[in-house]
């Protein structure tokens, strides 16, 4: 199947600092894209929609100036946690779609953010 | 999208067949029964997706009722590394608002 990259996998920041995940689909390209966030023993829930070029569309009690997402090009996004706090610590996942009706989208590896 | 039940949690011995039901009693037309997995600590995996015929890819094959309102994921041979939490979607077709459920832990055993 395709490749989508998720870098960091684990990052560790302070409380009030800002971090940068990155999502990049490597042989396809992603005409949409979409953040996910997963806490210990629960499921995915979607934060975010983002469709290159555009602004990203956020689900209901996601803070948009809090998680900034970026989809500058067809094979790139990014998600920005401002201002970290330790109930932000989780584990965020990307996915990336060609955009093609009734065909899969595939996933990053995750990123493990933990903010002390 | 339609809502799925999954049961909790599976068995499976080594070497033998891995059959994991879904149900999706509310599944529309259009909607079409997507399998991903998810191995712990990482993003979940592609495995199958179907509309109404049976599905059979180098991973599993996707088995629906005639009515559609379920279905059940077939791993012929399950291995340790298949061990994993799978998850059963239905999906009018772009991915979004998938709805994820806990879906199914499956401890695949030496």
């Known amino acids: 199947g395709a490749v989508v990259s998720q870098h960091p996998s684990w990052v560790i920041c302070k409380s009030g600092t800002s971090v940068k995940i990155e999502c990049r689909s490597l042989d396809f390209q992603a005409t949409t894209m979409f953040w996910y966030r997963q806490f210990p023993k629960q499921s995915l829930m979607l934060m975010a929609t983002s469709n290159e070029g555009s602004k990203a569309t956020y689900e209901q009690g996601v803070e948009k100036d809090k998680f900034l997402i970026n989809h500058a090009s067809l094979t790139l996004s990014t998600l920005t946690v401002t201002s970290a706090h330790p109930e932000d610590s989780s584990f965020y996942i990307c996915?990336?779609?060609?955009?093609?009706?009734?065909?899969?989208?595939?996933f990053g590896q995750g990123t493990r953010l933990t903010v002390v | 999208d339609a809502k799925t039940t999954q049961p909790t949690s599976m068995d499976c011995a080594e070497g033998r067949a891995a059959n994991l039901p879904c149900n999706h009693s509310t599944i529309s037309g259009n909607e079409y029964v997507y399998w991903y997995r998810q191995i712990h600590s990482q993003g979940p995996q592609y495995i199958i997706h179907?509309?109404?015929?049976?599905e059979t890819n180098e991973m599993a094959s996707l088995i629906i009722t005639e009515d559609r309102k379920s279905s059940t994921l077939i791993l012929p041979h399950a291995t340790l590394r298949d061990t994993a939490v799978y998850y059963c979607?239905?999906?009018?077709?772009?991915?979004?608002?998938?709805?994820w459920g806990l879906g199914t832990s499956l401890a695949v055993n030496p």
């Open positions: 979607i239905a999906s009018a077709g772009n991915n979004r608002k998938l709805i």
């Open positions: 179907g509309l109404k015929n049976n």
């Open positions: 996915s990336a779609w060609t955009g093609k009706m009734n065909t899969e989208a595939f």
